[in-house]
């Protein structure tokens, strides 16, 4: 089916020719996210792997997106998705060898695709050689890379896991090693310049291999609080990040001097760059991150956590415009990815959260700055039930089977409607997490045959928002009026307006101009100067 993709011309999208580029091209890039596991198995052992990816390039390509991240890629004890990593600086054997990952990055560069790498720096895997030689002897060097107290009978604090339990565990001789994650993922000590040293000649050794910059996972943890004091109160995964209750374990001033020598890592490569995941509450904590020396972007969750209602979508937008503006720093807009429930589901499943998921992908692809897709959103897939026996988040298990987990977000891509949707070559291998049969309507090869189906949204979405600056890369206001949300964003003296029915009823929304696109077929003005919007429905119009 790839091949059969027509190449988008390059035109509409900026190319890798920095000097000439009138603004960095990851202030408005489009960025897709591949869950690599689960992207495409090339060589049929049910894994997703870079070869697979590659040859995949075409869609993406015809999909319109700028550039791609790809999660961990390294060798991994497996414990937690491969963000426990165990060699920063090879690639995973189910996955490729370094060689396959540079010729992935040089395909993806001759069709205009730039490549993120995911980088873990706040743990490692506890089978990495330095967390191995630390556990032989509390002595070495290495030991002085983690966070281990002496053996007691209670753990040093009351600090608790993401993932559930104590953040503390305990080694063979009865010492107690920190880990905010797992107890495979042992956080490490950025007290020790040995961790600094490391990092940079990670950074390089890919950086050297032409992809453009990283993704970089809990950019707001690394340093913890010197003297291991109690944190004062208990996280909770229904807020919309951490906050002062976690004021001992994440967000320490520090962290930034870390993200400044990386800044100037990433100034020796042109046109490469720095994502945080930075989960934090307060929108301007998120902002400080991405100061103009420290991190390019930081993510913005707020849409990606909050709950249908025009409201919260309006405040989440607000927020983070206010915020980011002050630091001079684009959004980068996030309302899916591989730790939350797939939006479909999120937003009330079935035809309503369908109908959800599209309106609130226009309003996301509308607003200025970047914006990440996670792969499998641009086919509308739901959160899929992924039966206990079959499930490998460690958050399930850590929570006692409580928190479901996030395998359902994970579940690998379908592309064809054949009985293994084609994730594999030969249809035949089992898939790392089972697929659900009734998956195969998701295609992607029925969906480009289907002109009114999700992945054409998406696409028409993407080719519309290059042709128009405001989209994007606008000055934008944010209004809203009751259920209907607008956003109007002005580029080179030309506006456009998103609005978004968010409530249950059709609403008549006064405005003139174009319709560009909507998010449901139905919608065109019906007089000059209104509209009618249905529910659920979101319309891009732009102002004559
Ligand atoms: C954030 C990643 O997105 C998530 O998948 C992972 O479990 C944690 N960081 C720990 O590395
Ligand atoms: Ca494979």
Redo the contacts with the bound molecule.
């Keep these: 089916m790839a091949a059969r993709l027509a190449t988008v011309r390059s035109s509409a999208r900026r190319q890798f020719a920095p000097e000439q580029a009138a603004s960095p091209w990851w202030r408005d890039a489009v960025v897709y996210q591949v869950y690599l596991r689960s992207f495409a198995d090339g060589n049929g052992d049910g894994i997703g792997d870079l070869a697979g990816l590659r040859a995949r390039l075409p869609y993406l390509n015809w999909l319109g997106v700028d550039a791609l991240w790809i999660n961990p890629h390294y060798p991994s004890g497996g414990a ?2 491969g ?1 426990d990593i165990s060699d920063y600086r090879a690639v995973d054997p189910e996955y490729g060898d370094v060689s396959d990952l540079e010729a992935l990055v040089e395909d993806a560069r001759a069709l205009g695709l730039r490549v993120l790498l995911d980088v ?1 720096p706040n743990h490692t895997s506890d089978q990495h050689p330095w967390f191995q030689a630390a556990l032989a002897d509390p002595d070495s060097p290495e030991a002085a890379r983690y966070h281990f107290a002496p053996a007691s009978e209670e753990p040093p604090n009351n600090w608790r896991s993401l993932f559930g339990g104590p953040a503390w565990s305990r080694t063979p001789d009865g010492r107690w090693y920190l880990h905010l ?1 797992a107890p495979e ?1 042992p956080d490490l000590n950025w007290r020790d310049p040995a961790v600094a040293e490391d990092f940079e000649r990670t950074l390089r050794f890919w950086l050297d291999r032409g992809v453009s910059g990283f993704r970089v ?2 950019a707001y943890g690394l340093f913890k609080d010197a003297d291991l004091r109690d944190n004062p109160g208990a996280y909770s995964p229904t807020l919309f990040g951490h906050g002062p209750e976690q004021a001992m374990t994440w967000n320490q001033p520090e962290v930034h001097d870390v993200w400044r020598r990386w800044r100037s890592v990433c100034d020796e490569y042109p046109d490469t760059m720095l994502v945080g ?1 930075v989960c934090l509450a307060d929108p301007e904590e998120i902002a400080l991150y991405s100061r103009p020396d420290e991190l390019h972007q930081s993510f913005s969750f707020r849409l990606l956590k909050s709950g249908w209602s025009a409201e919260s979508f309006a405040d989440g937008v607000r927020s983070a415009l206010d915020a980011f503006g002050k630091v001079g720093a684009p959004v980068s807009w996030v309302l899916g990815n ?2 939350k429930d797939r939006q479909v589901t999120r937003f009330g499943g079935g035809e309503v959260g369908d109908a959800r998921a599209r309106a609130a992908a226009l309003l996301t692809l509308s607003l200025p700055g970047s914006a990440y897709i996670y792969a499998g959103d641009e086919l509308g897939l739901p959160q899929a039930s992924v039966p206990d026996e079959a499930k490998k988040d460690p958050i399930f298990f850590r929570s006692g089977g409580e928190r479901s987990g996030r395998d359902g977000c994970r579940v690998p891509m379908p592309w064809n409607a054949t009985p293994g949707v084609g994730f594999s070559p030969r249809g035949s291998a089992r898939p790392w997490l089972p697929i659900p049969a009734e998956w195969r309507r998701y295609a992607v090869s029925r969906q480009t045959r289907d002109d009114s189906s999700m992945l054409h949204l998406y696409r028409r979405a993407l080719a519309v928002r290059a042709e128009h600056p405001a989209l994007g890369s606008g000055e934008a206001t944010v209004s809203r009026r009751g259920d209907v949300l607008t956003v109007r964003s002005t580029a080179e003296g030309r506006s456009v307006r998103c609005v978004v029915n968010m409530g249950e009823h059709t609403v008549l929304v006064r405005t003139a101009g174009t319709v560009l696109l909507s998010s449901a077929p139905q919608v065109s003005h019906t007089s000059g100067r209104s509209l009618a919007l249905p529910a659920n429905t979101a319309v891009w119009i732009a102002e004559d």
């Design positions: 937690d998705g963000y873990v994650f993922q996972d809990v995941e591989h730790d």
